[in-house]
């Protein structure tokens, strides 16, 4: 009915949904994002030099509350070996964000970004994500979602990272 | 015999591939908007509750009046 090279480009075609390429940053391809703090705008490549751990938050994401007491310790333990953790925020409505920073202060830098539009650069998959960026620019980990079994692992990355 | 098959079939489905029948998807940290109450298919929980009590009541059957206003509505 229909000839073997049709039939065969017919098949490839379908074939073609299963098609998914994850979402994967070769060293140099992690996105120079902007975003806008309480100090004014912060561009990712002008913290090069530290180690950064960008973490993507909302206020409805109930891990955070458990990420952001582990984050304060964090940053209060390594920021003078240059440990830079920057909490970018997605939600739509920023005073949701104040609230939550009411219940959870931060002492890390926190950015807000409604647009979504830094989220969209690193292709954030889950609520909340983290990526683990070392002083030359190159993403060293990503952890989607968060999870308190999990915390002395990502710290010894961190500690590995922030002493070379 | 060929073209047939390619307009009819083939070029439907490419263009429903490409669009994905939604074309913005629902961004992960954008979920939160669709956990909105307003958001929920049925507006009025309560009524519905209360007449699906008298349409199981009256039909001595229950069932078929979970889907709001979407799905296939094969039930």
């Not at chain 2, 961004?27 to 007449?51: C, H, S, T, V």
Request: neutral net charge; aromatic residues 10%; charged residues 20%.
């Amino acid at each position: 009915m229909l000839n073997p090279s049709f039939r065969f480009t017919l098949t490839l075609l379908s074939l073609a949904c299963f098609a998914w390429i994850p979402p994967v940053f070769a060293g140099d391809d992690l996105p120079d994002v902007t975003v806008t703090t309480a100090q004014g705008s912060l561009r990712l490549s002008e913290l090069r030099g530290q180690v950064v751990y960008v973490d993507f938050w909302a206020s409805w994401c109930v891990p955070c509350r458990k990420s952001f007491p582990w984050m304060n310790q964090l940053q209060q333990q390594y920021s003078k070996q240059g440990l830079k953790i920057v909490a970018i925020n997605l939600d739509k409505d920023p005073q949701l964000a104040k609230q939550f920073l009411a219940d959870f202060p931060a002492n890390f830098t926190v950015a807000y970004d409604p647009e979504g539009l830094s989220a969209t650069q690193f292709k954030v998959q889950a609520m909340p994500t983290s990526y683990v960026i070392d002083r030359q620019g190159k993403l060293q980990a990503t952890h989607l979602g968060f999870r308190e079994k999990d915390t002395a692992a990502m710290e010894a990355e961190i500690k590995a990272l922030v002493s070379k | 015999m060929q073209s047939k098959v390619l307009f009819r079939v083939v070029v439907p489905f490419l263009i429903m591939m490409v669009t994905a029948c939604s074309l913005q998807p629902v961004q992960p940290w954008e979920r939160d908007i669709l956990a909105q109450k307003k958001m929920q298919l049925d507006p009025y929980p309560i009524d519905a509750a209360l007449d699906e009590h008298t349409y199981f009541s009256k039909e001595a059957s229950r069932g078929g009046a979970g889907v709001g206003g979407g799905g296939c509505g094969c039930n």
